[in-house]
């Protein structure tokens, strides 16, 4: 069976400190992957998918940035945080045939201060 | 521009009675619909999802309804249970495409005893 890991839960981190959150999924191969982020009255935004290692595409732009070294491994980072990134951060992975459905990782809650 | 809206922040009900949230959307190409259920500091998980073939699914006590022409779907809890009290996304695909699910604002459902 498929799973997907993110790390970690909980962060605070203070305002222009790097960033460095970490996905992996086990159990498939070549997925699809995504960073959505959820803030308060949003619902739940897509930032950055992927469909293979190294192809990054971006939805909004942002102060993030995202990378895919390994197939199934896939982490969501910045230089400098600002006070505006704070939410919590979903990675999820989708098969990259049939139905398009997506699995969610746990979350992390990043608090800028 | 809000291609899915879930137009309650909020819905209350009691328990054993029936939920009805409900989702509309903008982008005539959405063919597939998703419901998540998201409980807080957690990642959503899928609940239930209906094809743009078919204008009902239905999964033990869930069921989907999907109105076309009217660009409307709702999701039926019945009955309500206390463990149904979390966060319902609604979300929708065009095509299958790799750039993953639009998704509403979400309705926070309250079940009372």
């Known amino acids: 069976s498929q799973t997907i890991h993110q790390w970690p839960a909980t962060l605070v981190q203070p305002v222009g400190s790097p960033l460095s959150l970490e996905c992996t999924v086990e159990?498939?191969?070549?997925?699809?992957l995504y960073w959505y982020r959820q803030a308060a009255g949003r619902g739940l935004q897509l930032l950055f998918y992927?469909?293979?290692?190294?192809?990054i595409s971006s939805e909004v732009p942002q102060n993030l940035s995202a990378s895919r070294p390994q197939d199934r491994q896939f982490i969501l980072s910045s230089k400098k945080l600002l006070l505006s990134d704070s939410g919590f951060y979903l990675c999820?992975?989708?098969?990259?045939?049939?139905?398009?459905?997506?699995?969610f990782g746990q979350g992390t809650r990043l608090t800028v201060v | 521009d809000q291609q899915v809206k879930q137009n309650s922040p909020s819905l209350s009900v009691q328990e054993g009675r029936i939920s009805i949230l409900n989702c509309d959307y903008t982008?005539?190409?959405?063919?597939?619909f998703l419901w998540y259920k998201k409980y807080p500091a957690e990642g959503p998980t899928f609940l239930i999802s209906?094809?743009?073939?078919?204008d009902k699914n239905e999964d033990g006590r869930f069921t989907v309804f999907l109105n076309k022409s009217a660009k409307h779907l709702s999701l039926h809890i019945v009955p309500s249970q206390p463990g149904d009290s979390a966060v319902y996304f609604c979300?929708?695909?065009?095509?299958?495409?790799?750039?993953?699910?639009?998704f509403g604002k979400g309705t926070h459902l309250i079940i009372q005893p």
């Open positions: 999820a992975w989708s098969r990259t045939r049939g139905r398009v459905g997506a699995f």
């Open positions: 979300a929708a695909s065009a095509g299958g495409g790799a750039d993953g699910l639009t």
């Open positions: 159990g498939t191969s070549n997925p699809n």
């Open positions: 209906i094809s743009s073939i078919k």
């Open positions: 982008n005539s190409m959405f063919d597939y």
């Open positions: 992927s469909v293979g290692i190294g192809q």
